[in-house]
């Protein structure tokens, strides 16, 4: 397998634009995770799937935030409209149902001028 | 809410020698998992161990174990012999064992180096 690809590696937008995150989990996999990385405040949860069902989004930071997984093997994580604040590294993760841990894809760099 | 802390922002270790990184808990679950998660700088988070609370064995890959000190919420990783690949942000996490509970909460990390 693959691991879990995440689409693009970099993204540099500007304020205001719509932002689309990629994401093809690992097949098989019950649940999929979207995370948020800064320097201030590390690894933040923001939404999980099970079986293509979100099951926590409360660490969606605002409404500008939206999350989908029309599938199995695909989900996206929008930001509409991106602010400057919104800079970070964004992580995909999916694994099994055992809790064995997760897989990462290898993270979109976000940056918005 | 559960927390993990991580006390240690930056290490350092000689090459072939050896290192622990501390990592402590709050929670008041008595079962969970507890993992450690390694950082390189391609940005690539790569799980490195796994312990499950219930287990009072210690879990070991390779080079890599863990003290799990249940009492004390403690979760610290050796490394032995060290490596310059061992060079990246190390994450300690803890995830709740409940059925569908899987979410990670990561500490702050720690950043360590190796000296050829």
């Known amino acids: 397998d693959a691991g879990v690809i995440q689409s693009p590696r970099h993204e540099v937008t500007e304020m205001g634009q719509e932002v689309t995150l990629r994401c093809k989990p690992i097949?098989?996999?019950?649940?999929l995770f979207w995370y948020r990385q800064t320097m201030m405040r590390g690894l933040e949860l923001l939404i999980y799937?099970?079986?293509?069902?979100?099951?926590?989004d409360s660490g969606m930071p605002e409404d500008r935030f939206s999350a989908k997984m029309p599938n199995a093997s695909f989900s996206t994580l929008k930001i509409q409209p991106s602010e400057p604040r919104d800079s970070a590294v964004y992580f995909c993760a999916s694994s099994f149902w055992d809790n064995y841990g997760y897989t990462f894809g290898s993270g979109t760099r976000l940056t918005v001028v | 809410a559960q927390t993990v802390t991580q006390s240690q922002p930056e290490m350092s270790v000689q090459e072939a020698e050896t290192v622990t990184l501390s990592c402590t808990y709050d929670?008041?679950?008595?079962?969970?998992?507890l993992f450690w998660y390694k950082q390189p700088p391609s940005r690539q988070m790569i799980l490195v161990i796994r312990?499950?609370?219930?287990?009072?064995q210690n879990a070991t890959e390779n080079r890599f174990s863990v003290n799990f000190q249940k009492a004390a919420k403690s979760f610290s990783l050796k490394i032995s012999d060290s490596q310059l690949g061992d060079a990246a942000m190390y994450f300690c996490a803890y995830s709740p064992s409940g059925a569908g509970s899987y979410q990670l909460t990561f500490g702050k990390g720690t950043k360590l180096s190796v000296i050829p």
């Open positions: 929670t008041s679950e008595s079962d969970y998992y």
């Open positions: 799937f099970n079986n293509n069902v979100p099951i926590d």
């Open positions: 312990q499950e609370a219930y287990k009072q």
């Open positions: 097949s098989g996999h019950d649940y």
